[in-house]
T-cell receptor, first 113, second 110 residues
Framework: DQQVKQNSPSLSVQEGRISILNCDYTNSMFDYFLWYKKYPAEGPTFLISISSIKDKNEDGRFTVFLNKSAKHLSLHIVPSQPGDSAVYFCAAAPGAGSYQLTFGKGTKLSVIP | DTAVSQTPKYLVTQMGNDKSIKCEQNLGHDTMYWYKQDSKKFLKIMFSYNNKELIINETVPNRFSPKSPDKAHLNLHINSLELGDSAVYFC?????????FGPGTRLTVT
């Protein structure tokens, strides 16, 4: 029973274009959402997050959008760079003092030079 | 000045053995975690631990046990290793939501 779903296992984008990674969740108790980036043979690294009281958070080239009614969030990377090629994980936490994360399966992004 | 470190990075062992993986964080965080990433690439929480509370994922066999000698360390002990324990194990720490991960330990049970 996956509570956090990333339905696209992979995505290829040309350098300079926009990358859009999607994530859906089923648990309406989730209150905080995060994106992680993972290179091979390394641990996941925190990228950007958003609280359920917001619908957008931006940090440089990275923007996360949250649509609570649709239980959907997305990560936009613009412009995409070859160094962005990695696996991106979406994660969610229930809040209310619980910081335990539930992760999606990940989407492998390939940015083609 | 690695924030979260794990040793060893690779561990190859035989079925039935007992092994440990060490984790240390120098971020001053109160909570530490162990995750398992299996062959299907899911990152699944195994334990979360702070100085007050140990939360165990109910699906984790009791052959797995976390040991915390102090706030900066959370080691993972595994008894009677089985083939299905082969995976990458990640340690992480956090103050609130943002968790910081170690580089992972690839465990192979033969």
């Amino acid at each position: 029973d996956q509570q956090v779903k990333q339905n696209s296992p992979s995505l290829s984008v040309q350098e300079g274009r926009i990358s859009i990674l999607n994530c859906d969740y089923t648990n309406s108790m989730f209150d905080y959402f995060l994106w992680y980036k993972k290179y091979p043979a390394e641990g996941p690294t925190f990228l950007i997050s958003i609280s359920s009281i917001k619908d957008k958070n931006e940090d440089g080239r990275f923007t996360v959008f949250l649509n609570k009614s649709a239980k959907h969030l997305s990560l936009h990377i613009v412009p995409s760079q070859p160094g962005d090629s990695a696996v991106y994980f979406c994660a969610a936490a229930p809040g209310a003092g619980s910081y335990q994360l539930t992760f999606g399966k990940g989407t492998k992004l390939s940015v083609i030079p | 000045d690695t924030a979260v470190s794990q040793t060893p990075k690779y561990l190859v062992t035989q079925m039935g053995n007992d092994k440990s993986i060490k984790c240390e964080q120098n971020l001053g965080h109160d909570t530490m975690y162990w995750y398992k990433q299996d062959s299907k690439k899911f990152l699944k929480i195994m334990f979360s631990y702070n100085n007050k509370e140990l939360i165990i994922n109910e699906t984790v066999p009791n052959r797995f046990s976390p040991k915390s000698p102090d706030k900066a360390h959370l080691n993972l002990h595994i008894n009677s290793l089985e083939l299905g324990d082969s995976a990458v194990y990640f340690c992480a720490s956090s103050r609130i939501y943002e968790q910081y991960f170690g580089p992972g330990t690839r465990l192979t049970v033969t």
